[in-house]
């Protein structure tokens, strides 16, 4: 499944500067992010954290500064760019008057399908039995697991995660950390930010402090 | 292949906003019901002259009709947006602009489609010769999606502002004054009996300069409203 | 080449914009006395509308600046939004308001130029119908801008519906003209400029140039206030304000 040629795949920040609100969050950030690691985002509410991962994901401008993938700017590249990532922001990403099914079809025909089946992803996050309800009627941790779902239909190589344990019970965060870390084992990269403690046990962790 | 899944993303994403639709089927009947209230208030305001509504007729329609597609426009981008699933389109591998014409046939469907089944009633109240009725119905299969495409930049522009509903008006009723003109003319011509080929070339030429521009400059703004 | 990079620099764009401030002024109340002087002494009463279609030498200048400021809008906030300049930004929305009001002007000016002739005050001739809706596109962009927090966001999305407002207005007054022609009364309702002579071209082109000059004058000063209140957090404007 992964790429041959993983040497030259790299996420890379330099001089990233980010206001808001006239106040600047960070400035002259820079980080080189390579397959099978880990950037792990810490800091207080409001420190930039969701900024700084909407810059990387490319919704976002940054001030000053740029980022660049594999030796291109990440706005310049645009959908080439977004075919290798995959982002679970805030808000779960889903509609709630779709099924899981019908949510996770949608979220790989937006991207570039992998092999799995939809059932076999539902399975993977807990959800087997649940593929024809409502998201509505779901419970708060699994939709959590829904959104994080997505990430597992598309062939994807940065995952690029704010706050993904939340709502998600003791089972479900022990499940979400085992696909963060086989993600990693894969070849895989992270960008994670989370108020609860990650426990990564076989990847190489890069950890910025935005409140410092 | 590319343009083969791009086809794909295309037909899922409409089959899914149709059926978002579906499962909400209540909703879809409020432009309707808006669009035949407002045309109704016409001749309460003006009087009940066979001769005055039949002079006015045309353009209180299609008024109203710009109306009802502004009213309904606003839900295009809104759910989307406060889900997560609108920044999902923008990180898509596809380019936004397709999507987002998915999205204005989706929204064109559902909302465009029903006013132009009850226009002939609305004809018929306002006391509209056939030969009219059926060239409004023309300018209104012609110009709903006009109404759709060029509404949609104005919501992008909009979607993530609080009082958005409000200033929408103001952005996007000086884009339709072509529209209407033409439309409401042509609809004027037929009911003397005159041809409106030139009328329905100049709304045909409208829709595929909305066709072609609108898709580029609402993705440019969603990229604007979310960043 | 080297002077445009430096002056897109926001600093030694406020020192250079200053030091023109008192020429663009001193030329504005030149050409405007010229202009004024011309027009309303020089100039000869018009065999139709005998004096009171002097008020042209405002209406008409003014309109042509409320088209010409629209597409500078336009184009300054294409310029930013493709190579990412923030002083086009700038001029872009600074440009606004002035426009608008230019706008505003012909409106009404022209509204007193039809009063004598039609004895009402507004008319739907085409070229006013014309102002007005560009008028609401102006204030939409305004209104835009005022609703977004976020200057560079503010800066970017006005841009697009300025570039948005700038296609349609060709298309606009095409079809305002049109049916303009097809509603017209018995009388004829179209503002008829008076055959123009030399006499009076004179005095109508020193005004244009005094809008412009004044156009120049006024978006510097407020590109100035903009780019002062932008770079509040910078060296360059502390040192300035104390």
Redesign the interface.
């Known amino acids: 499944m992964k790429q041959t040629g993983n040497h030259t795949l790299t996420l890379e920040a330099r001089g990233l500067e980010c206001i ?3 106040r ?1 969050l960070f400035s002259e950030l820079a980080f080189r992010l390579e397959p099978g690691q880990a950037l792990l985002l810490e800091g207080r509410n409001g420190s930039g954290k969701t900024s700084l991962l ?1 810059i990387l ?5 940054p ?1 000053a500064g740029s980022v660049t993938w594999c030796g291109s700017d990440i706005n310049r590249l645009g ?2 760019y ?2 290798h ?3 679970v ?10 099924t899981p099914l ?1 949510n996770l ?3 790989r ?5 992998n092999e799995t089946t939809l059932e076999a992803v539902l399975e993977q996050v807990d959800l087997y039995g649940f593929e024809d309800v409502l998201t509505r009627n779901l419970s708060a941790g699994q939709k959590r697991r829904l959104a994080l779902a ?1 990430l597992l239909v598309t062939d994807t190589v940065l995952w690029i995660l704010d706050e993904p344990f939340t709502s998600l019970d003791v089972h479900g965060i022990q499940v979400v950390e085992q696909l963060l870390e086989q993600h990693t084992a894969r070849g895989g990269m992270l960008a994670v930010t989370s108020h609860h403690p990650v426990n990564f046990k076989h990847t190489t962790v890069q950890r910025i402090d935005l409140s410092a | 292949m590319k343009s083969d899944s791009l086809t794909r993303a295309f037909a899922l994403l409409l089959k899914r906003d149709l059926t978002l639709a579906v499962r909400h089927r209540a909703e879809m009947i409020n432009p309707l019901l808006f669009f035949i209230l407002v045309t109704s208030l016409f001749p309460l305001g003006i009087g009940a002259d066979p001769r005055l509504l039949q002079a006015v007729g045309p353009g209180v329609i299609w008024v109203a009709a710009l109306l009802a597609a502004l009213l309904s426009l606003e839900g295009i981008f809104r759910s989307d947006f406060e889900d997560g699933t609108l920044e999902q389109l923008l990180l898509s591998s596809h380019p936004v602009s397709v999507l987002v014409l998915a999205k204005v046939l989706a929204h064109w469907l559902i909302t465009g489609l029903p006013l132009l089944l009850v226009s002939p009633l609305l004809g018929v109240l306002l006391g509209l010769p056939a030969a009219a009725i059926q060239i409004l119905l023309l300018t209104l299969v012609l110009g709903t999606p006009v109404l759709s495409l060029l509404g949609a930049v104005g919501v992008a522009l909009t979607v993530g502002l609080r009082k958005g509903g409000m200033i929408l008006s103001l952005l996007v009723l000086p884009l339709y004054v072509p529209l209407l003109i033409f439309a409401a003319n042509a609809v004027d011509t037929a009911a003397a009996g005159l041809p409106v080929t030139a009328h329905l070339s100049l709304i045909s030429a409208l829709l595929v300069l909305a066709l072609s521009l609108s898709p580029l400059a609402t993705a440019a703004a969603l990229r604007i409203s979310l960043s | 080449m080297n002077f445009f990079h430096r002056l897109s620099s926001p600093k030694y764009f406020y020192r250079f914009a200053g030091r023109l401030l008192p020429w663009l002024a001193a030329a504005f109340v030149l050409f405007t006395l010229a202009g004024l002087y011309y027009g309303l002494v020089v100039a000869p009463p018009d065999y139709q509308q005998g004096d009171s279609y002097r008020i042209m030498f405002i209406h008409v200048p003014a309109a042509w600046m409320s088209l010409f400021i629209y597409m500078v809008m336009a184009g300054a906030g294409a310029i930013g939004l493709i190579w990412h300049i923030k002083l086009a930004e700038v001029f872009s929305i600074s440009s606004a308001t002035i426009g608008a009001s230019f706008t505003f002007l012909a409106l009404v000016t022209g509204s007193i130029w039809g009063k004598p002739m039609w004895g009402t005050w507004w008319v739907w001739d085409a070229r006013l119908t014309s102002e007005l809706i560009l008028l609401f596109l102006y204030l939409g962009v305004i209104a835009l801008h005022n609703a977004i927090d976020d200057k560079r966001t503010a800066a970017r999305a006005t841009a697009i519906l300025a570039i948005v407002g700038v296609v349609n207005i060709p298309i606009i007054h095409y079809s305002v003209e049109w049916w303009n022609t097809l509603h017209q009364g018995p009388t004829v309702t179209k503002f008829d400029k008076p055959s123009i002579h030399l006499s009076m071209l004179i005095p109508l082109l020193l005004m244009a140039v005094a809008f412009k000059l004044y156009y120049a004058l006024v978006v510097l000063m407020r590109a100035r206030c903009e780019v002062l209140e932008r770079e509040r957090n910078t060296q360059w404007v502390r040192e300035l304000v104390e």
């Open positions: 808001r609100d006239d600047v909407r994901c490319g919704i976002r401008l001030d959908p080439d977004h075919e990532t995959a982002y922001g805030h808000r779960d990403g889903i509609k709630l008057d779709l019908e079809a949608m979220a025909a937006l991207g570039k399908p997505r």
